[in-house]
C-alpha cells in the first residue's frame, strides 16, 4: 500500500547522484517528501514539523558518502534522526522503591489496558520473580473486573477480590492494603478507559493517583492512533506526570508514528509494546524497529530473528563452512531453498528487507513466486544423490530426465543449474571474507550482524551477485539502518537472478 | 445503484478523478502592498498559534479566542452559540440526563469539542484575508490534523483553490465552504441500517480490531432495537477475550435482550450457528452477533471471521444481512486498511465510528466515504445507552466544520 520513504526519495534525488555535498534545494525537495512519509505513517504534525526541521538542520551540507545516492543519504540521516527521537537506550519498568510497588494503568477505552496489564504482571512475576497483585478499578465497562480477575486466573497472577460498589479510589486503598497483608511486591492498578476531555473521570483519575502514590504511571496507548495522539499523551501527562508509554497492538500493520508522536510531546519512553493477544506478546520496545517501520523501510531486524528462530543452526554453520571451502553443492542449494520457504517464502522474505521496493516490482512483474522455490526443490530432488554433490556431470540427457521427473523443463533445470554456479562462483570469491561473516551471523548465529559488517559489502561486491546489482540501483548505504545485514549476505536471495529478464 | 453512481459522480467532481495532479492556478504575484503586509504579518505567527491551540487542547484558551474573533470580524451568531455550548461539562452521568435533550444537541455536544477545536484553527488562520499559497497550506495542515490523511487534504484545499484562489474569504465562508465540501463526500453514504421486518431474524454481524467498541456498540444498538419493540437475540461470539461473554450478558439485561452464550474459549463459528437457530426458534426480529477483535493482518484470524459467515449460511444463505464494521475514531490512516481488508474476508456492508467524544476527529471517514462509498450507520459519542446516533452527513460536516444549524 505505502512506497517506501526510499523510493519515493530516490526518485526525486537519483539525477543528483554523484555530487558532493547535500544543497538546500535538494533537501528541501527531500523533506517533502519525508513530511508526507510521516503524516502517512500518522505521525501528528506539530511533531512532523518539528522533525522535518530537525533533519533539515543536519542535512543540509552533509557530505554524501561514496557509493550512496543522495537519497539514501536523507533516509539515512531521516532514520539516524528517528531512533534518537524515539529513544535510544531501552526503559525497563522501575521496581525500585519500597514493595508493595504501586504501578497505574491509565488511556483511552479500549486501548488495551487490562490485557497490557495481565501481560506486565507475568512478565514482572515469571522475568524478576516478583509477587504481583492485580486490581481493577474500572466499575464503569461491564465485566471488567471480571476480565481480569480471568486473566489473572490464566497467567496465575493474585487478583484483588471483587468487592460491588466500592469507588475506584476505594479500591485502589483496599489494593494496597492487601498488598502489604499479602506480602507482594508489585500491585498492578488498572483503571477505566477514560476520554481526557472528560473532566469528571479527568479528577477521578487524580484522585486515584493521590491515594496509590504510584510508582510507575503508565500510559497504554493504542499503536494505530492518528494525530490524536499529541493530545492524548499531552493531557494524561499534564494531570498525572506519566512515567511512561506501552504501546499496544504493534502486531497491526500500522506504521506506528503515534510512538515518535506521544515521544516527542512528553518527553517519556516508550517501555514496553504489545505484540499480540497471547499473555506473553510482550516486549521491549527497539527505535530502529519502529524508526524502519515509520519509513516503510521493512523490518530487516525481524527477518533476522525469524530467521534465527526458524533455521537450524547446526546445518546453517555446516553450509557456511562448505561455502568457505567453495564446496557448495546443490544438496546445500536445496537446504537454502527450503529455509527460505520456512522463514516465509519469496515474498516474505522481500517484504522485510529494506530498500528492495524498485525490485520487487520486477520480480513481481515476472511472476516470480514462491512457487518458484518449490519447482526448484522439485528440480533437485529429481537429481541422484551424485549428481547432487557433482552437478558438472549433468549433461543433456540427464538434464532431459531431471526435467521429465520434476515436471519442468531443460530450460529450467538450466537457469537452477547456472544460479547455482553463480552462487558456489560468488562464495568462493567471498569466501572466508566478510560475505561468510554476513552469512553466518544472519542465518547460523542468528545473531544482529554487527556494525563492523554493516558497511562490508561495496556496491561492486553487490553486483557480483545475481540479480542484485541490476535493478536495485547500487547497494544500500553503510549503516543503513543499524542492524541491517547487507542483503547480499542473505544467501537464499540468489534466487532471484532471472527474475527480471524472462524471455 | 442509482445512488452509488450519484455519489460517484460527486467524488468524481470533487476528488477531481485525473485532475488531482494538476497543479492549483499559479499565484498572481501582484497583489496590494499593503494587504500583502499585513497578511505577511499574520501568518508570521498564526502558523505557530495554530500548532499552540491544538497542541495544548486548552480549553480555557477557546472562549477567549471566540469572542476576540468576535470583536475583529463580523459578529457570528455560530461562534457565540458554539462557545455557548462549550462549558458544559462533559459529564460521566450523561446517559441518564440524555435522554431528554435531543439527539442533535447531544450529538453536538459530542462533537462540539473537536469542531471547536478545528474552527480555532480555521478562525486562527483565516481572518478575512486572501486565500493564497501558505494560507491553503494552513488549511490542508488543519485537515491533516484532523485524520483526513494527505491527500484527502490535499483534494480538498485544491477544490477550495479552485473557486477561491486569491479571493478575499472570511473565516466563516471557509468553514461553510468546508462543510459543504466534506458533507458532499459523506451524503451519500449517510444511510440508516434498514432492518428488514420480513426476515426473522435480521442477521447483524458485528466485526473490527481490539478495543474499537464492538461490544458497547452492540449493547447501544440492542437497546435501540428494544426501544422500538422488536424482539433481540444477540450472540456473543467474541469466545477469545476474558469476560467478554459476561460484558455481553449485562447488556442483555440491560436491555432485555437474550443473549446466546458458550463458554470462553469456544468455536465462535458454532457459536454463531446456536445464535441463529435460537433465533429463529425464538422468532427474533434482530439477531446481532459480537465477534473477538481481530487485527485485519492476522490472516488466521481473518479466515475465522470467514468461517461465520459460511456457517451462517448453512441456515440462511442471505446472512448475514449486516456486516457492521466498528471503527476507532481515535485510529489514523490504519482504518482504510481495515475498511479494504475486512470488506474483502467478510463483505462488510457499513461502518460505525465510535469514541467521536473526544477530541479525534474521525476524519479518516471523508477519506473511506471518497474510496468505498460504505454507508456509516452510527457514530458513538459517549458511554451511554443513548449514545449511539445515527449518522447524519450534514450534521456531522457542520460539526466538524464549526457550523451550527
Keep these: 500500500m505505502f512506497e517506501s520513504l526510499q523510493d519515493r526519495l530516490s526518485g526525486i534525488l537519483d539525477k543528483l547522484t554523484g555530487r ?114 492485580m486490581a481493577s478499578l474500572d466499575t464503569r465497562r461491564p465485566a471488567a473486573q471480571e476480565q481480569l480477575k480471568v486473566l489473572g486466573e490464566q497467567a496465575g497472577i493474585d487478583t484483588l477480590p471483587i468487592v460491588a460498589g466500592q469507588t475506584p479510589v476505594q479500591i485502589a486503598n483496599r489494593a494496597l492494603q492487601a498488598a502489604r497483608f499479602g506480602g507482594h511486591d508489585v500491585v498492578l492498578l488498572d483503571t477505566a478507559g477514560r476520554q481526557f476531555v472528560d473532566e469528571a473521570l479527568m479528577s477521578e483519575m487524580a484522585e486515584i493517583a493521590d491515594a496509590a502514590k504510584p510508582h510507575e504511571t503508565l500510559l ?90 526458524t533455521i537450524d543452526q547446526e546445518k546453517a554453520e555446516a553450509i557456511a563452512a562448505k561455502m568457505r571451502k567453495g564446496a557448495f553443492d546443490l544438496d546445500d542449494l536445496a537446504e537454502q531453498l527450503q529455509q527460505m520457504g520456512r522463514i516465509g517464502g519469496m515474498s516474505g522474505v522481500l517484504g522485510m528487507i529494506p530498500g528492495i521496493g524498485k525490485m520487487k516490482k520486477q520480480i513481481e512483474a515476472a511472476n516470480l513466486d514462491d512457487s518458484l522455490i518449490k519447482r526448484q526443490t522439485a528440480i533437485i530432488s529429481s537429481m541422484t544423490r551424485t549428481e547432487r554433490r557433482k552437478p558438472e556431470l549433468i549433461k543433456a540427457s540427464r538434464k532431459k530426465r531431471i526435467a521429465a521427473g520434476s515436471g519442468t523443463r531443460v530450460e529450467e533445470v538450466n537457469r537452477l543449474l547456472k544460479m547455482h554456479r553463480q ?36 556496491p561492486q561486491d553487490l553486483k557480483g551477485l545475481p540479480g542484485m546489482g541490476g535493478g536495485g540501483g547500487g547497494g544500500l548505504p553503510p549503516g543503513l539502518p543499524p542492524g541491517l545485514g547487507n542483503p547480499g549476505s542473505f544467501p537464499g536471495l540468489p534466487g532471484l537472478p532471472k527474475g527480471g529478464k524472462k524471455k | 445503484m442509482s445512488e452509488i453512481d450519484k455519489a460517484k459522480k460527486l467524488f468524481g467532481k470533487w476528488f477531481g478523478g485525473g485532475k488531482a495532479e494538476e497543479a492549483a492556478p499559479p499565484p498572481p504575484q501582484a497583489a496590494p502592498a499593503e494587504a500583502d503586509e499585513s497578511a505577511s504579518e499574520d501568518s508570521g505567527d498564526h502558523a505557530q498559534t495554530a500548532s499552540a491551540l491544538t497542541a495544548d487542547g486548552d480549553e480555557c484558551v477557546t472562549p477567549a479566542q471566540g469572542t476576540a474573533l468576535q470583536g475583529t470580524s463580523s459578529p457570528d451568531p455560530a461562534a457565540t452559540q458554539a462557545s455557548a455550548v462549550e462549558p458544559i461539562p462533559a459529564d460521566g452521568a450523561a446517559p441518564e440526563t440524555g435522554r431528554g435533550r435531543g439527539w442533535f444537541q447531544r450529538l453536538k455536544q459530542g462533537l462540539t ?70 458533507e458532499q463526500v459523506l451524503a451519500p453514504v449517510a444511510r440508516p441500517l434498514a432492518i428488514d421486518g420480513g426476515r426473522k431474524p435480521h442477521v447483524i454481524l458485528v466485526v473490527g480490531v481490539n478495543g474499537s467498541g464492538k461490544t458497547t456498540t452492540i449493547g447501544k444498538l440492542a437497546a435501540r432495537y428494544r426501544d422500538e419493540g422488536r424482539r433481540v437475540v444477540l450472540g456473543a461470539g467474541d469466545t477469545f477475550r476474558a469476560a467478554a461473554i459476561e460484558q455481553l450478558k449485562v447488556w442483555g439485561e440491560r436491555t432485555g ?148 444549524a
Design chain 1, 20 to 133: 558532493g555535498a547535500l544543497s538546500q534545494d535538494d533537501v528541501a525537495a527531500a523533506l517533502r517528501e519525508v513530511r508526507r512519509a510521516l503524516l502517512e505513517a500518522d505521525v501528528a504534525l506539530p511533531v512532523v514539523r518539528e522533525f522535518t526541521e530537525k533533519v533539515r538542520e543536519r542535512a543540509v551540507g552533509a557530505d554524501v558518502v561514496k557509493s550512496v545516492t543522495p537519497g539514501q543519504m536523507v533516509v539515512k540521516i531521516v532514520h539516524d534522526t528517528l531512533v534518537e527521537t524515539l529513544g535510544s537506550e531501552s526503559a525497563a519498568i522501575d521496581l525500585n522503591a519500597p514493595p508493595p510497588v504501586p504501578i497505574m494503568m491509565v488511556g483511552l477505552q479500549g486501548s488495551g489496558k487490562t490485557t497490557t496489564t495481565a501481560k506486565i504482571a507475568k512478565r514482572l512475576s515469571e522475568r524478576q520473580k516478583r509477587r504481583v497483585l
Design chain 1, 220 to 309: 497504554v496507548a493504542d499503536a494505530l492512533t492518528g494525530q490524536d495522539a499529541v493530545n492524548l499523551a499531552q493531557s494524561f501527562d499534564a494531570r498525572l506526570a506519566l512515567s511512561g508509554i506501552v504501546l499496544t497492538r504493534m502486531d497491526g500493520d500500522a506504521r506506528g508514528g503515534a510512538a515518535l508522536s506521544m515521544r516527542a510531546v512528553t518527553g517519556k519512553p516508550i517501555k514496553l509494546v504489545g505484540t499480540g493477544e497471547g499473555m506473553d506478546a510482550l516486549e521491549e520496545f527497539h527505535p530502529e524497529r519502529v524508526a524502519g517501520r515509520i519509513l516503510g523501510m521493512g523490518d530487516i531486524v525481524s527477518l533476522v530473528e525469524r530467521a534465527s528462530e
Design chain 1, 423 to 458: 552462487m558456489a562462483d560468488m562464495m568462493k570469491q567471498l569466501g572466508g571474507k566478510k560475505g561468510m561473516k554476513g552469512l553466518g551471523a544472519l542465518m547460523g548465529k542468528g545473531g544482529m550482524p554487527g556494525p563492523d559488517q554493516l558497511g562490508g559489502l561495496s
Design chain 2, 113 to 182: 469539542r473537536s469542531s471547536n477545536a478545528l474552527t480555532e484553527n480555521l478562525t486562527g488562520l483565516l481572518r478575512k484575508r486572501r486565500l493564497d499559497e501558505d494560507t491553503l497550506q494552513d488549511l490542508e495542515d488543519v485537515l491533516i490534523q484532523a485524520d483526513l490523511g494527505v491527500e484527502t487534504a490535499m483534494r480538498i484545499t485544491e477544490a477550495l483553490a479552485e473557486s477561491r484562489y486569491d479571493k478575499e474569504i472570511s473565516p466563516d465562508e471557509v468553514r461553510e465552504v468546508l462543510a459543504r465540501e466534506v
Design chain 2, 257 to 404: 435482550a437474550e443473549v446466546v452464550a458458550r463458554d470462553q474459549g469456544a468455536d465462535a463459528s458454532g457459536l454463531a450457528y446456536d445464535a441463529l437457530a435460537r433465533a429463529r426458534q425464538a422468532d427474533a426480529d434482530v439477531l446481532i452477533l459480537d465477534t473477538a477483535g481481530r487485527l485485519q493482518n492476522k490472516a488466521n484470524l481473518m479466515a475465522e471471521l470467514e468461517k461465520i459467515v459460511r456457517v451462517l449460511r448453512k441456515q440462511d444463505e442471505t446472512a448475514p444481512h449486516d456486516v457492521l464494521l466498528v471503527l476507532d475514531a481515535t485510529t489514523g490512516q490504519n482504518a482504510m486498511q481495515q475498511v479494504e481488508v475486512f470488506r474483502q474476508v467478510c463483505g462488510v456492508t457499513g461502518l460505525a465510528m465510535t469514541k467521536l467524544d473526544g477530541t479525534a476527529r474521525g476524519g479518516i471517514l471523508v477519506a473511506i466515504a471518497a474510496k468505498h462509498q460504505l454507508p456509516v450507520h452510527f457514530i458513538g459519542v459517549g458511554e451511554g445507552v443513548d449514545d449511539l446516533q445515527p449518522f447524519a452527513a450534514d450534521e456531522f460536516a457542520r460539526a466538524i466544520a464549526g457550523r451550527t
